[in-house]
């Protein structure tokens, strides 16, 4: 499987900017349509976006679109998650995953289990 490690969270004020980056390690990584989800503090895992596998699609949480922006450079196998008016119900930890369809939503590919260690975004209002 994919191995992916995420990075550049930190805390940032309501209204601010955050970038995220989610790094793959493999050769397979353009072979994957790959997502990003949040998990908040006693919350369940939830969906925020995600990308095709050149880059041409994407679709969006209810709740970020308009204010995210997900992209993807497949020659360095890396993910981007751009996060723009950020709000404190953003607060949560942040994790890539390859995902697939499921229903009207997306969720990680079936047998994932090499999730990252995540990188908290924290909004202060």
């Known amino acids: 499987q994919v191995q992916l490690v995420e990075s550049a969270g930190g805390l940032v004020q309501a209204g601010g900017s955050l970038s995220l980056s989610c790094a793959a390690s493999g050769r397979t990584f353009s072979s994957y349509v790959m997502g990003w989800f949040c998990q908040a503090l006693r919350k369940q895992r939830e969906f925020v976006a995600t990308i095709s596998w050149g880059g041409e699609y994407s679709y969006y949480a209810y709740s970020v679109e308009g204010r995210f922006t997900i992209s993807r450079d497949n020659p360095k196998n890396t993910e981007y998650l751009q996060m723009n008016s950020l709000k404190p119900e953003d607060t949560a930890v942040y994790y890539c995953?390859?995902?697939?369809?499921?229903?009207?939503?997306?969720?990680?590919?079936?047998?994932?289990?090499?999730w990252g260690q995540g990188t908290q975004v924290t909004v202060s209002s």
């Open positions: 995953a390859p995902v697939s369809r499921a229903g009207t939503s997306w969720e990680p590919i079936a047998g994932f289990d090499s």
